[in-house]
């Protein structure tokens, strides 16, 4: 049984838990090759314009997958992976998305996760999932509970200030060698299914530790503690990913260490456009800086951008710093 | 207390008597207009989606008339329309305007906060002048919606299609004027068969469906006026949406009166299967009751990036091709040009009526 995961969307959350998942009721699980030029040009052919750049690159990785002879296809339909909170429409669109507009399309696994109220509905999709397989209903929750497991042993390899990216290859048993530290501490953040993908991000994370940086990301910082920063906002924000960010910016600006925050928005994202607002107001007395990517942008000009946010860090630091206003 | 709210197509008319009703100063925000979307473009999030920059320009131009508190609408997500309010109360706050937003929205935790809020705002009325505050409102809203359905009709057919827009208008401001049901009643009858006494002629009627996002459906500004463009040209508009559907169907849970609402999201399916925040369903349940009704070509509208609507439209292909019927799409946002969208209409609208007569041919 072979069974394919598109590598975009939340595959920078739940690898570990899908790939435990599904090897353990014994299917090969094949993932598509690191997003670039041609996912991203597959994908924009057959996505309507205005989708965001993260959903074309995923249906550039579903049409890759379309290619290799699979059983199924794993394409989730992610409403909500927490009580009352929402990721985005268009993961709640995914299944039907792909349906109406990829030719070709093998049979897909489309289990709803939707745990706003509670998680019941997710177990029974698991367990139709596994008897699919073939399996029995104690073995598919032995093989969930492990799945879980793994996930959270990822998350932990992250929060030692890798990548979710780079902490998928560590889990998958690679050694990497760990980046050089920089005079500069930057807090990166942005969506994960952007941020990580060195492909649809042109390798931002990279380029900024190039620049002597020392990156932090929303993993390295204590969960707890970025739900309560989050929790002083006015209104609770509904977006899971949103309110971690709010948390992770109000955490970052008040950190002495850090010298600036990079926020890395994709055209046409909803939460981006309310949130980035939102984190831009929320940093006071620290360089901010909001890098808006699409498929049309360029890395020349993300490269510029980012040696003169490094450099008036740097200038910033030299020179008394209370003579200049936080934009620079 | 000077009290606004942003505007909503004729929203402001319900709105104006409910708060009159309950005895509160109300500010009815000028009309949108250029200046009004300038003002919102300057200030808001250079990608937020278009209503949340009309919000904007309504309220700094609403407080430009004095008005010192706004009533707004929140949400739960996953659309981002929950969450205008707090990003419009920072960008006001920060321009220096000292203000108090109320935001009617289905308590996350706390139900006193919201009838405290709610109370606040009506404060020197009784419960009963409340009830009917309450009533009149909706009686002033379906009494519009007569006018505008009949203007929707008539507009293909009538020869002085100026005419009947200025009586329309009339009719709306008279209807707003009015301050009793008697009234009220009244400028409707006389509206319509003002409307009706029209010299019409005799030409082959398309039927559109109009379908998408419901600011941009109901707000004519934020569209170019697309439904009265269509109407001059010889099709005749049936919107997926009107308020007091939206109200029914989503503030009261259907019980005002009966409701399609169900049989809409039972039409959705096999195209798309769950909700996906704002009228994405919606919409895509409409395009399949329309074709499933002998409508001639469907038009979805909604604002640049809107994200249901994304979800919508990639669908929507699907049931152009399963149901056969003609689909286009066109956002809107502050760049759009009127003249860009009509040679886009009046190509679709050509298309249509080549279509219809090819078929009426080859039958007889």
């Keep these: ?328 | 207390m000077k009290v606004s709210f942003p505007h909503m197509g004729n929203m402001f008319i319900p709105i104006n008597a409910l708060l009159k009703g309950i005895h509160v100063d109300v500010v009815v925000p000028p009309p949108v207009t250029a200046r009004t979307l300038e003002l919102g473009v300057k200030y808001s999030p250079e990608c937020a989606c278009l209503p949340l920059k009309i919000n904007v320009g309504n309220f700094i131009e609403a407080m430009e008339m004095g008005a010192d508190t706004i009533v707004m609408a929140g949400g739960w997500g996953p659309c981002r329309f929950g969450y205008y309010a707090q990003v419009e109360r920072e960008i006001l706050r920060d321009l220096g305007y000292c203000f108090d937003m109320v935001v009617l929205e289905a308590p996350d935790s706390k139900l006193s906060e919201l009838l405290k809020q709610v109370k606040g705002i009506g404060e020197n009325a009784t419960l009963k002048e409340a009830y009917q505050a309450i009533k009149f409102a909706w009686f002033k809203l379906g009494e519009v919606e007569m006018l505008e359905k009949r203007l929707e009709y008539l507009l293909p057919r009538v020869i002085d299609q100026n005419q009947i827009e200025q009586i329309y208008e009339a009719g709306v401001r008279g209807i707003d004027k009015a301050e009793d049901r008697s009234s009220v009643r009244m400028v409707r009858l006389d509206t319509i068969k003002h409307m009706d006494s029209l010299a019409r002629h005799q030409r082959s009627i398309l039927k559109i469906g109009l379908i998408g996002e419901i600011y941009t459906i109901l707000e004519p500004s934020t569209n170019c006026h697309v439904a009265r463009c269509l109407g001059r040209i010889g099709a005749e508009v049936s919107r997926s949406i009107y308020i007091s559907d939206w109200v029914n169907d989503h503030l009261v849970g259907g019980l005002i009166k009966p409701s399609n609402h169900r049989q809409i999201l039972r039409s959705s399916r096999p195209y798309l299967n769950y909700h996906v925040g704002g009228h994405g369903r919606e919409t895509v349940g409409n395009a399949v009751e329309f074709a499933r009704s002998g409508y001639d070509g469907i038009i979805q509208i909604g604002p640049l990036t809107c994200m249901p609507e994304i979800v919508a439209q990639s669908v929507l292909g699907r049931v152009s091709e399963t149901e056969a019927i003609p689909c286009m799409t066109i956002y809107f946002d502050e760049h759009s040009a009127p003249a860009g969208v009509y040679t886009r209409l009046e190509a679709f609208i050509d298309m249509l009526q080549r279509k219809k007569s090819l078929a009426n041919m080859a039958s007889g």
């Design chain 1, 1 to 328: 049984m072979r069974i394919g995961i598109p590598y975009g969307l939340f595959y920078f959350y739940y690898y570990p838990l899908w790939k435990t998942f599904f090897s353990d009721l014994g299917a090969e699980v094949i993932t598509s090759s690191p997003t670039c030029r041609l996912t991203v040009d597959a994908g924009s052919a057959l996505a309507v314009d205005e989708a965001c750049l993260p959903v074309k690159v995923y249906y550039g990785h579903v049409r890759e997958l379309c290619s290799q002879d699979l059983d199924y296809l794993f394409a989730p339909r992610l409403v909500s992976v927490e009580p009352r909170s929402y990721i985005c429409p268009k993961f709640m669109g995914i299944p039907d998305m792909l349906r109406a507009q990829v030719p070709g399309l093998p049979q897909l696994i489309d289990i709803t996760v939707d745990l706003s109220r509670s998680d019941r509905y997710l177990q029974q999709d698991l367990i139709k999932v596994g008897r699919m397989l073939g399996y029995k209903k104690s073995a598919i929750q032995e093989a969930f509970q492990h799945a879980l497991e793994e996930n959270r042993r990822c998350i932990q390899i992250a929060s030692q200030g890798w990548s979710m990216a780079e902490a998928i290859k560590i889990w998958d048993g690679n050694l990497l060698e760990p980046p050089e530290a920089g005079d500069l501490s930057i807090g990166l953040l942005g969506h994960g299914y952007s941020l990580y993908d060195e492909g649809l991000s042109m390798g931002l994370i990279s380029k900024i530790r190039q620049l002597g940086c020392k990156v932090h990301l929303l993993e390295s910082l204590d969960a707890e503690r970025i739900e309560m920063e989050a929790a002083t906002m006015p209104k609770r924000v509904f977006w899971t990913l949103g309110r971690k960010i709010m948390g992770g910016v109000i955490n970052m600006n008040k950190r002495e260490e850090i010298d600036g925050i990079i926020y890395l928005a994709c055209f046409g994202c909803g939460p981006d456009s309310m949130i980035g607002e939102m984190a831009e107001r929320y940093t006071t007395g620290k360089p901010f800086m909001l890098l808006t990517i699409d498929e049309h942008s360029g890395e020349a000009g993300m490269m510029t951008r980012l040696e003169a946010f490094c450099d008036m860090l740097r200038r910033r630091r030299r020179v008394d710093e209370s003579q200049f206003p936080a934009y620079g």
